[in-house]
C-alpha cells in the first residue's frame, strides 16, 4: 500500500458515512458487546446522528484504489468514528488513517484524544496511547459499555 493508492476526502454524504459505520459495527461488535451496547454504537452513529455532526466535525472518507473502505472524524483534539470495513481490517489502513488524522490534530494541539472501544484499543496502544480513565454507561435490557479515554501526546514514539 502506498499513499498513492490512497485517497482522503471529506464526507459529504452522512448517509455514504453511516453505511461503513453501521455495517462495521454489525460484523465486529457483536463480538466484543452484549446486544444492548451493540445497539448503543449504532443509536450513536446513526445516519441522523452524523448530520447533525457535519458541521462541527471534519469528517473523512478513505478511499484505496478507488474503493470506499472507511471513515474517521476528527471534533477539536479528539478522533471520533474512525471505522474501517471489516473486510480491509488487519491490513495497515486503520493505522494509515489514523496518521492522516493525528497529523491533522497535532498541527492545532498538543493531545489527541480518543474514546477506544475493545475493538480498537490494542491500536491506540501500539500508537503510543495512554489510558486517562475507565468509563462505563448503562444500555439497554441493562448491558453496560465499557470503554478506555485514552491521549496520545505529540511526539510520542509507537510502543514495540
Known amino acids: 500500500m502506498t499513499d498513492l493508492d490512497m485517497e482522503l476526502r471529506m464526507a459529504d454524504d452522512p448517509a455514504v458515512v453511516s453505511e461503513i459505520v453501521e455495517r462495521t459495527i454489525k460484523t465486529i461488535y457483536p463480538h466484543y458487546y452484549p446486544s444492548g451496547a451493540v445497539q448503543f454504537f449504532l443509536d450513536l452513529h446513526s445516519k441522523v446522528r452524523i448530520e447533525e455532526v457535519m458541521s462541527s466535525e ?58 477506544a472501544s475493545f475493538p480498537a484499543e ?32 505529540r511526539g510520542r514514539n509507537l510502543s514495540v
Open 58 to 115: 471534519e469528517i473523512y472518507l478513505l478511499m484505496v484504489q478507488g474503493k470506499l473502505i472507511g471513515t474517521g472524524s476528527i471534533r477539536k483534539n479528539e478522533i471520533c468514528r474512525l471505522f474501517i470495513l471489516p473486510e480491509y481490517q488487519g491490513k495497515g489502513y486503520g493505522s494509515r488513517l489514523m496518521d492522516l488524522l493525528e497529523a491533522r490534530i497535532f498541527e492545532k494541539y498538543q493531545r489527541v484524544h480518543v474514546d
Open 122 to 153: 490494542s491500536m491506540y496502544l501500539k500508537r503510543g496511547y495512554q489510558i486517562v480513565s475507565y468509563e462505563k454507561i448503562e444500555t439497554e435490557n441493562g448491558d453496560f459499555l465499557c470503554y478506555h479515554t485514552m491521549e496520545k501526546e
